[in-house]
Each structure stands twice: as C-alpha cells, then as structure tokens.
C-alpha cells in the first residue's frame, strides 16, 4: 500500500500546477525546495528550522536553515495549505478527466480516510497535523488528504525506526545508499558535505555495517532490514483496520490515479525512497 499511496501523495511535490500555484504565492520555482518545505511543513503552522529539522531528520540542519523560517516570509501556513488544495485539485482533474467524481473515487476516498482515521498519532507530528486539518468535502481531495497523513504517518514510524537502530539523520542516508537502495548523488539535495557523509561511513564502519569501500556489510544489511521490517510494523495499524480485501479495493480504485501520476512523467525517474516509478497501464 506504500508503494501504491506514495506517488499519489508525492505528486504534490513535482505537478507542474502545483509549481504555478507556488509561483502565484511568490516562491522561487527554478528549485522545488522552497515549495517544497512550504507544502509539506505548513501543516505544522508557523514552524522553525529546529522543528522542521527534527520533524524531517534525513536533511542536513543547515540546508533546513536555508529555506525556514524564509517561506513563511512569502506566505502564510494558512496561506500555502489553500494553494497546496488548489494544485492538488488541478493536477488531480487533469490526471482523472471525467473520473473524478465518479464513485469510484468516492469508495476510495471513504476506504483511504477510514485507514487514516486509525492512525495511531502518538509520536507522530507530521501525520497528527495532517489529519488535524480534517477532510475536504470534494472526494479527489478527501483522498489525497488521507493518503498524506497514511505516509508521514509511516514517515514518522521510520524515524522511530532509525533511532531504535542508532542511526543519526547522515548515518540513516549513508546506510541507506550502502544497501545500493539509491546512489549517494541522489541524495544531495539533503545537504550533507563530503566531509559529514564520510565521517557517517567512518562511524558506521567503526560499528561494523560497512566495509572498506563504503558498502554494506552483512551486519548493515540486517541492520537496514530491520530497520524496514520496524518501520513496516508500526505503519501497519490502518490496514490492519482496513483488512486484506478492503486495502486490496482500494488498490484497485487508485490504479487509475497511480497510472495517470506515472504516466505524466512527473516523478523523476529514481527517488531516494526506494520506489520505482515506472510506467503501469491501468484501465
């Protein structure tokens, strides 16, 4: 379901309309970073780099300090949340057409919220503020809602993971790129400096989860293993709830959305999340 949920949610970030509404905010759109902060942290209001640093872990504090507190210069939070409605409302009826209010996209928009509603929040900031923002009234956006605080609220599980693992933000990166899961040139944009990522494979070495050449061990695969089989656990409450053969209708009910999302080559072709993004036809 991460796999089906993620791009849908993910879209947010790469829409062409969603990079217009931006624009008309008054955000620098050459670089999606700076809406991209704006649209993920204004659910947690008025936020400062050390919150948005903890609440996101895996960029570099001084690449958060770049961008926060500066969006909120541009727009408010109140502000963005509304634009980021009006991109997702665009971008969803250019992907959908005559689809998007048909009755499928309602079920699926009544399954997804009923997942998302058993979400444990404890200890979960960025889905606990997504699901305070409550749900639209239009179903397409009801969905979309639903299926961003399902993933900050496996988002928020995977820190969780991590810091059972004892890897720092860098260290969760570097371990990340030694499983060979994305290449180290994908995650520059989180900031790190050669010399902080080195010495993120100086400590993970010293404990034994890379070898010589910065590669995982045997001890670092298990160790990331385990990292996704926690982080696998502690998302997995909502579908749980849903149950096998109502999460199965609802993957069903979003394939066309999934499809569409795809096929807009939006997505860049390899992310630092470990999800392919290639081409799936759906009816």
Not at 5 to 10: F, G, R, S, V, Y
Not at 104 to 120: S, V
Not at 168 to 173: I, S
């Amino acid at each position: 379901m991460w796999h089906q949920l993620e791009p849908i949610h993910a879209s947010l970030y790469f829409a062409p309309r969603a990079f217009e509404e931006a624009a008309a905010l008054g955000y620098d759109t050459q670089s999606r970073w700076p809406s991209y902060f704006a649209w993920r942290t204004a659910p947690l209001g008025h936020a400062g780099p050390a919150l948005v640093s903890a609440t996101y872990y895996s960029f570099s504090p001084a690449t958060i300090a770049e961008y926060v507190p500066a969006i909120w210069s541009t727009a408010t939070p109140a502000e963005v949340l509304a634009a980021r409605l009006r991109a997702v409302d665009r971008t969803f009826r250019e992907l959908l057409g005559d689809r998007i209010g048909g009755e499928g996209i309602a079920e699926a928009a009544a399954l997804a919220t009923e997942a998302a509603e058993h979400a444990t929040l404890a200890a979960r900031p960025l889905a606990a503020a997504n699901r305070d923002l409550g749900w639209s009234e239009e179903p397409h956006l009801a969905l979309w809602q639903a299926t961003t605080v399902l993933r900050e609220h496996r988002g928020d599980g995977h820190l969780a993971a991590l810091l059972t693992a004892g890897l720092d933000p860098c260290e969760a990166l570097v371990s990340f790129a030694a499983i060979d899961a994305a290449p180290k040139s994908h995650f520059a944009s989180r900031g790190w400096t050669d010399e902080e990522w080195e010495a993120a494979r100086d400590r993970l070495a010293g404990r034994g989860w890379l070898d010589a050449e910065g590669k995982a061990t045997a001890r670092g695969q298990e160790g990331r293993d385990a990292v996704e089989r926690l982080t696998d656990e502690l998302a997995a409450e909502p579908w749980r709830v849903l149950g096998p053969e109502r999460a199965a209708r609802l993957a069903e009910l979003t394939g066309p959305l999934l499809g569409g999302v795809f096929a807009s080559g939006m997505l860049p072709a390899q992310s630092t999340l470990g999800i392919a993004t290639v081409q799936v036809a759906y009816p």
